[in-house]
T-cell receptor, first 110, second 117 residues
Framework: NAGVTQTPKFQVLKTGQSMTLQCAQD?????MYWYRQDPGMGLRLIYY???????DKGEVPNGYNVSRLNKREFSLRLESAAPSQTSVYFC?????????FGPGTRLTVL | AQSVTQLGSHVSVSEGALVLLRCNYS??????LFWYVQYPNQGLQLLLK??????LVKGINGFEAEFKKSETSFHLTKPSAHMSDAAEYFC???????????????FGQGTILTVHP
């Protein structure tokens, strides 16, 4: 099992550009999550999907959209990137209250 | 609403010394509590979790934590630090959703552990 995979690992964008971060899990988990990690702030929840076909906002959803494509895949889209979105993004999936994390995507917006 | 406070953004210990990382939580319902570790340039790995069973929880790599409801604390300890323990540690809380398969996590700010030879 690969667990939770994320692509790309690194990305540099210019202000105003758009991109989609991809996440997939092979553990047959119902729930998936997107977090951002910034120094001194821990991880903050952007969006989550409790089950296939549902998505909900987390703590910091502004500037992001998500798609739960199927049970395996949960993508995060930045429509118009801003420097404030420079961060490390983690995807996670969960089963029985335990979350499993991907390796992260390091995004820089210039 | 839930929240987590980790006391001390940086903790430094000598190899072989006791490790104590502090975590206090706030939750209006019975919580689930977690400690995660993050090594440089990697994702988060679960160290241990409390899910309303035993209050003393043992995890991987010799770590353990004790749930103290009266103190709303869930401090992480290890009797003897090893160089390989150097990492960032996160405490997190989720709502005890009665066995449902998901629970949103609220993370603390993180504590960077440095281990000196």
């Amino acid at each position: 099992n690969a667990g939770v995979t994320q692509t790309p690992k690194f990305q540099v964008l210019k202000t105003g550009q758009s991109m989609t971060l991809q996440c997939a899990q092979d553990m047959n988990h119902n729930s998936m999550y997107w977090y951002r990690q910034d120094p001194g702030m821990g991880l903050r929840l952007i969006y989550y999907s409790a089950s296939e076909g549902t998505t909900d906002k987390g703590e910091v959803p502004n500037g992001y959209n998500v798609s739960r494509l199927n049970k395996r895949e949960f993508s995060l889209r930045l429509e118009s990137a801003a420097p404030s979105q420079t961060s490390v993004y983690f995807c996670a999936s969960s089963q029985h209250n335990e979350q499993f994390f991907g390796p992260g995507t390091r995004l820089t917006v210039l | 609403a839930q929240s987590v406070t980790q006391l001390g953004s940086h903790v430094s210990v000598s190899e072989g010394a006791l490790v104590l990382l502090r975590c206090n939580y706030s939750s209006s319902v019975p919580p689930y509590l977690f400690w995660y570790v993050q090594y440089p340039n990697q994702g988060l790995q679960l160290l241990l979790k409390y899910t309303s069973a035993a209050t003393l929880v043992k995890g991987i790599n010799g770590f353990e934590a004790e749930f103290k409801k009266s103190e709303t604390s869930f401090h992480l300890t290890k009797p003897s630090a090893h160089m390989s323990d150097a990492a960032e540690y996160f405490c997190a809380v989720s709502r005890n959703a009665g066995g449902t398969s998901y629970g949103k996590l609220t993370f603390g700010q993180g504590t960077i552990l440095t281990v000196h030879p």
